[in-house]
């Protein structure tokens, strides 16, 4: 399995522009994960999805940050304008479940920088 | 108050010396615990989960304290290839939401 796939890997922008992070969750897992990680707060949950429902979106920043999931084997966090705060590594994460034991697999995340 | 403290660190420690770190928690509803350990300029992986009763895989060990409100991770006979970032998370009962630590940085030296 080629584990969870993000795309881009880097992406470098200007304050305004719209930007969409894609990820590809491991086949059969059914929870995906949303992740932002800064030095100042360390890895903060977005959003996550349950069978491609949100479940909790509290963690969205604001209204400039939107995140969907059409499909079990594809989701989208976009940001709508970007602002320079916006720069972090943002992580995907598929989780799977065997009994009671539950495990979440990172992407290798996207690191954006906003200018 | 942070939900889930770490001590950031850096343990810098010589190779095959024993290494504990702690992690506190302040929501009380917190249900599983974990520690991911990530690399530098990588993501998290999972290193172990921590249950009641304490629990071992090879040289690392885990314990969790419910009444005191922190686990902890110790690492026996340490390599240079466990320098690494250790990130304690805590599952909030009822929900699907993990809460990690900052982290905790390791530095074994040769």
């Known amino acids: 399995d080629a584990g969870v796939i993000q795309s881009p890997r880097h992406e470098v922008t200007e304050m305004g522009q719209e930007v969409t992070l894609r990820c590809k969750p491991i086949?059969?897992?059914?929870?995906l994960f949303w992740y932002r990680q800064t030095m100042m707060r360390g890895l903060e949950l977005l959003i996550y999805f349950n069978n491609n429902v949100p479940i909790d979106d509290s963690g969205m920043p604001e209204d400039r940050f939107s995140a969907k999931m059409p499909n079990a084997s594809f989701s989208t966090l976009k940001i709508q304008p970007s602002e320079p705060r916006d720069s972090a590594v943002y992580f995907c994460?598929?989780?799977?479940?065997?009994?009671?034991?539950?495990?979440?697999?990172f992407g290798p995340g996207t690191r954006l920088l906003v200018l | 108050r942070k939900e889930v403290e770490q001590d950031p660190g850096p343990f810098n420690v010589p190779e095959g010396a024993t290494v504990a770190f702690n992690c506190t928690y302040s929501?009380?509803?917190?249900?599983?615990f974990f520690w991911y350990r990530q690399d530098c300029r990588k993501e998290p992986k999972l290193l172990m989960s921590?249950?009641?009763s304490g629990n071992e895989d090879g040289r690392f060990t885990a314990q969790l304290n419910r009444a005191s409100q922190y686990i902890s991770l110790l690492i026996r006979d340490s390599k240079l290839s466990d320098s690494a970032t250790y990130l304690c998370v805590v599952k909030i009962s009822g929900t699907y939401k993990y809460i990690f630590g900052t982290g905790t940085r390791l530095k074994v030296l040769a």
């Open positions: 921590v249950y009641s």
């Open positions: 929501n009380s509803a917190s249900q599983s």
């Open positions: 086949s059969g897992h059914n929870s």
């Open positions: 994460a598929s989780m799977n479940r065997v009994g009671y034991v539950e495990t979440q697999y």
